[in-house]
């Protein structure tokens, strides 16, 4: 009897434990290959975000010089030093020369060609401004109720849409108040470098020049062939690639 016992508290120990096995397997299989897919999808963003930055740099780079180049590490170059001689003078518009690979070169830069630089290589990110501004309170008459509404107008926002009406008409008071808006604003980041590398492979992208004119530009994902990397010794990480951009159209759209 007290053999009988000590086997069915032995296997009772043994079960449990082969449950708590099985809990965690289940765990690993649900939430591991989830976690790799959002890693798969995050670095395909990434290197795509990479290409098109690339690319836009090939843009500008030929609206200075009237061609491409697959050179990509000397326009990245190219196009910021040009930036920062607008930085260092504002007058630097029109016909202009630079110093590239130990030549001088004729370069046009046009009128508002460092604002769209600005604009292009920025990321976007929510924020609030706070100001000071004088509010008006004025009474506005509702056409449907036939009553008088107390409303408040913004000096820059409303002066233009009550002109005609309540701007001449009756104002009770007038304050100075904070007024607290949800904008966008833009963080540049400079065109430094690790832009030429996969951020999945760390190999460079690929870039060539082709056409008659050289004038089609050809931005690759050194992934060709598809790329695997083994995971927690059961799992894979896979990526077919992550597609090309040829003169501004991007594969993957």
């Given at each position: 009897m007290q053999e009988e016992q000590y086997y069915n508290e032995k296997w009772s120990f043994v079960i449990k434990w082969i449950a708590v096995i099985l809990f965690v397997v289940l765990l690993l299989v649900i939430f591991v290959p989830s976690n790799i897919w959002k890693d798969e999808n995050s670095m395909r963003q990434r290197s795509q975000w990479k290409m098109e930055q690339?690319?836009?740099?090939?843009?500008?780079y030929k609206k200075l010089t009237g061609y491409y180049d697959s050179d990509m590490k000397g326009v990245?170059?190219?196009v910021s030093a040009v930036r920062d001689s607008i930085l260092a003078d504002s007058d630097y518009t029109g016909i202009q020369k630079i110093v590239y690979?130990?030549?001088e070169v004729k370069i046009t830069v046009p009128a508002f060609w460092s604002t769209e630089y600005d604009t292009v290589f920025s990321k976007p990110y929510a924020?609030?401004?706070?100001?000071?501004?004088?509010?008006?309170?004025?009474?506005?008459?509702?056409?449907?109720?036939g009553e008088w509404d107390?409303?408040?107008?913004?000096?820059?926002?409303?002066?233009?849409?009550?002109?005609?009406?309540?701007?001449?008409?009756?104002?009770l008071d007038t304050a100075v108040d904070t007024i607290i808006e949800k904008v966008t604003k833009f963080k540049h980041f400079n065109l430094v470098d690790s832009l030429l590398?996969?951020?999945?492979?760390?190999?460079?992208y690929q870039v060539s020049v082709k056409?008659?004119?050289?004038?089609?530009?050809?931005?690759?994902?050194?992934?060709?062939?598809?790329?695997?990397?083994?995971?927690?010794?059961?799992?894979?990480f896979?990526?077919?690639?992550?597609?090309?951009?040829?003169?501004?159209e991007a594969s993957w759209e």
């Open positions: 690339l690319w836009d740099a090939q843009r500008m990245l170059w190219f690979k130990g030549k924020a609030r401004d706070t100001s000071l501004a004088e509010v008006y309170t004025a009474l506005e008459l509702n056409l449907e109720t107390t409303v408040f107008l913004a000096e820059n926002k409303d002066r233009y849409k009550y002109a005609d009406s309540l701007w001449e008409g009756v104002i590398v996969c951020p999945l492979t760390e190999k460079e056409g008659k004119e050289m004038d089609t530009v050809i931005i690759h994902s050194p992934i060709r062939g598809g790329y695997k990397e083994r995971k927690y010794f059961f799992f894979t896979r990526d077919t690639g992550h597609g090309f951009i040829m003169n501004g």
